[in-house]
């Protein structure tokens, strides 16, 4: 079965879009919740899952993992950390908590959006251009 693959970097741009996508998701529950007592704010990291993903992609993983040597049946297998595919939900912390002990700071929240809608639009117009190469190829070919 012949299987098209457009470009190596496809599978990671559709990635960082989702990643981005949820991120917002986590920044706007941020700010919903800024007048709830005790809420505290919530971040995203998927950046370290984007550079495994890209390792894979390329063909550059340097394994660097050391194997755990079992003498014994009994002994339990290695536990990865953090597992592959899964982001990394973490409290922002360095914020300082209000008399409700929220944690949600307007201008931090607002600055975050910011930049991830900015990142969101460039990942954005990296896949729109990724794609435009293709359809220039097939319209081309259209015109022998």
Not at 73 to 99: C, M, S
Request: aromatic letters at 8%; a positive charge; glycine letters at 2%.
């Amino acid at each position: 079965m012949f299987v098209l693959e457009i470009s190596k970097s496809a599978p990671l741009l559709s990635k960082a879009m989702s990643a981005r996508g949820l991120r917002q998701k986590m920044i706007a529950s941020n700010l919903a919740n800024i007048d709830t007592p005790f809420y505290k704010a919530r971040d995203i990291n998927f950046e370290s899952e984007l550079r495994a993903k890209k390792a894979e992609i390329y063909n550059k993983s340097k394994n660097k993992e050391l194997k755990l040597a079992k003498t014994d049946k009994a002994h339990f297998e290695a536990v990865k950390f953090p597992k592959t595919g899964v982001y990394n939900i973490f409290l922002r912390d360095g914020h300082t908590a209000r008399n409700d002990a929220n944690t949600v700071d307007l201008d931090v929240e607002t600055s975050e959006l910011s930049k991830n809608q900015t990142m969101m639009s460039a990942v954005t117009n990296a896949y729109k251009r990724n794609s435009s190469i293709f359809k220039s190829v097939i319209e081309s070919s259209n015109k022998l």
